[in-house]
Every structure is written in C-alpha cells, then in structure tokens.
DNA sequence: GCCAACGTTGGC
DNA sequence: GCCAACGTTGGC
C-alpha cells in the first residue's frame, strides 16, 4: 500500500465536504505527472493526506483514502465544464481521476508551517521549493509523522 | 528538439 | 493582489 498527499482548495472542494458526500471523483487535475500517479500508482486502500491549498493557512486538514481506482475524468468530455479538454474523445481519454472516501478530520489544521518546523518532514515533497505538483507520493514514515501530528 | 512566450499554481 | 516557480505551447 501506498501514501500520498492530495491537494484541494477548501473553498472549492475541503474535508467537511468529503465528509458530507462520504466519497468524491477526484476531478479536474490537468497535470500530466499528478494524472499518471492516479492512473498508473493509486490502488484501492492507499492513504491519502488530505492537503487544503491556497486557504488560510494552508495544510493537511486531515485523512482520505482511495475507493475505486481510476476511470476517465468526464469532465474533460462536458463543453460546459471549466475542464472540458476539446482534445479528449471517449475512445480516446486524455484525463483520468480516482474516487477517494473520506477518511479522517484532524481536530486541528497541521498548518504548512507546522510541517516546515518539523525537522522530520524536510525532505518531503511538498515543502521543497516551486513544488505545486497536486497529486504526490508521501514516504509511510512522513505520512506517520503527520498523521500523529494531527492527533491520530 | 530548442526555447521564448504564455498560463497556472499556490504561498505570502 | 503579487510574483516565483513550474508546465505547456508553438514557431522555427
């Protein structure tokens, strides 16, 4: 099994509506590198950090999992989507997305400057440098360290 | 196949 | 809202 970090806007898409739904399609991801650790490395079962960008402050908000492996993304199929891709037939698909169940909420925010002060962690993807890749591998021994840092 | 121009991400 | 870092596009 496999550890990864996923990255969502909360005011887009956060943990209390994961929560809510139980499970969500994660779709609109146009990177080829995040695509293809959905498509090709994603197993049913894989724990996944659930990681709020872009928000006040930002950080792993707390635990998902992956529930069904990976199928065409439709929006890229849908004109009237922000992700329609003109490029992508349904013979053909260009984008691919997982399903992932919600998992655990961490009873407080581990904040990305939480993760930066944690010695641990400095090897982490997400702390290096221009990193914006949403969809990355997380080391078993980071994912425990967060983990426990959110109180689980 | 190079690389400049452009668009996007995401922290601040 | 700014802008550094990065990915993609397209002319050559």
Redo the contacts with the bound molecule.
């Keep these: 099994m496999k550890y990864w970090l996923m990255?969502s806007e909360p005011d887009v898409f956060s943990i209390d509506q994961l929560k809510k739904d139980k499970t969500t399609w994660w779709e609109g991801v146009?990177?080829?590198?995040a695509r293809n650790f959905m498509m090709k490395d994603m197993k049913v079962g894989d724990a996944v950090l659930f990681y709020h960008?872009?928000?006040e402050p930002?950080g792993v908000a707390g635990l998902a999992v992956i529930s069904k492996e990976a199928e065409p993304d439709k929006t890229q199929f849908d004109k009237r989507s922000e992700y329609y891709d003109a490029k992508a037939t349904r013979e053909k698909p260009i984008w691919f997305c997982v399903e992932v169940g919600f998992g655990d909420k961490f009873a407080e925010l581990v904040s990305?400057?939480d993760l930066r002060d944690n010695k641990a962690l400095k090897e982490m993807l997400v702390l290096q440098?221009?990193s914006?890749?949403?969809v990355q591998p997380v080391d078993k021994k980071h994912f425990e360290i967060v983990k426990k840092m959110g109180g689980l």
């Design positions: 990255k146009r990177n080829y590198q960008s872009n928000a930002p990305l400057q440098k221009g914006r890749l949403s």
